[in-house]
């Protein structure tokens, strides 16, 4: 009932004049790099990180915020919110958390802020205006979490685009990603690296005149 | 949660779920999830559903013990449609729902991955 009523209320402000701030959301499976991504984009364009790193998954726990991303590209701009999710998972056993050395009290008090980040990120997906999703290139992207996230946003007509990252490792296969995918426009890069990045700002200002 | 050692397949006809909302479909199809049973459904839930399938799965993790989510996989012929086909099935969908869709929900203390490649699930149990 809430959502219902924000969109109504975000339709209706719509109708007299420009939208507000663009939202521009981070999804994705854990450990595909978005928030590597994210770090990125804040230090090219506003000199410091927006969150911290891991090979531990599940490292991005909140979604996090960065108001007032400014991107100019020649005469072009566009500003947005970013916001950068926690990895989407149908599953969280902490023992997987061990593995990576944690104690047993530390990996299940993970496990529990994991869980409430993929509740917090599925309902973030009400009030999100465009949405990037960052897919491990390395990995088959036949996965059922990529599917139901672009299968949502598609249900909710959000503009959509993915983001094939980690393309500098030997296994990555953007072919594979394109061929899951063969309706969008794939860019695949290397947060890392910062691989084809000039490439991604210039797909990530259509993106943002999609959803104005 | 149930400790039946027990491989049991629940096979879910559509009728089942086709007239019940979105609460009354997930919670159902969880209910028999928490009994340790893998649920095949015929068709598949609408997507906002499989995200709140997701979402409610997640609640039960913090609250019951044991349970550690689920493994999920939908297969449908919808995927290598062209573009008159996909409207036929749009409207087919809105009249009756996705029927001609399969979709797998396994607990995933029981099973240990389903892989999916296009057209093809496998579904891989732990010993």
Redesign the interface.
């Known amino acids: 009932m809430i959502s219902l009523l924000k969109k109504l209320a975000k339709k209706f402000f719509n109708l007299f004049g420009k939208k507000g701030e663009i939202k521009l959301g981070f999804y994705g499976p854990p450990n595909a790099g978005k928030t590597s991504l994210a770090n990125r984009i804040c230090q090219d364009w506003l000199g410091e990180d927006i969150g911290t790193v891991s090979k531990i998954p599940h490292e991005t726990r909140n979604v996090q915020f960065k108001e007032k991303v400014v991107i100019e590209k020649g005469n072009k701009k566009i500003e947005f919110k970013l916001i950068d999710t926690p990895g989407i998972a149908t599953k969280i056993d902490f023992e997987d958390f061990m593995k990576f050395g944690m104690r047993k009290h530390e990996a299940q008090s993970r496990a529990k802020e994991a869980t409430q980040g993929i509740i917090e990120a599925i309902k973030w997906l009400d009030d999100i205006d465009a949405v990037i999703v960052v897919l491990d290139s390395s990995l088959n992207p036949y996965s059922q979490v990529n599917i139901t996230i672009i299968g949502n946003l598609i249900a909710r007509k959000i503009p959509v685009l993915i983001v094939a990252n980690k393309i500098d490792l030997r296994k990555s296969d953007i072919k594979k990603v394109e061929a899951a995918f063969p309706e969008y426009n794939i860019i695949g890069i290397s947060a890392r690296t910062g691989e084809n990045i000039d490439g991604f700002y210039d797909a990530l200002f259509k993106l943002v005149k999609k959803a104005k | 949660m149930a400790k039946d050692k027990d491989l049991t397949i629940y096979f879910m006809p559509y009728s089942e779920i086709g007239k019940e909302d979105s609460t009354s479909r997930i919670k159902k199809i969880l209910n028999i999830i928490l009994q340790n049973k893998i649920v095949i459904l015929q068709g598949r839930l ?3 559903e ?3 399938l ?2 409610d ?3 039960l ?2 609250h019951i013990k044991g349970f ?7 297969v449908s012929s919808s995927d290598k449609m062209g573009i008159f086909e996909k409207f036929k099935h749009s409207i087919a969908k809105a009249l009756v729902g996705e029927q001609d869709a399969v979709t797998i929900v396994g607990p ?1 203390n029981l099973v240990k991955e ?5 057209q093809k699930l496998e579904l891989y149990l732990k010993k």
């Open positions: 609408k997507a906002e499989e995200s709140r997701i979402g799965t997640m609640v993790i913090g550690k989510g689920v493994e999920l996989a939908v995933a389903i892989k999916r490649n296009p």
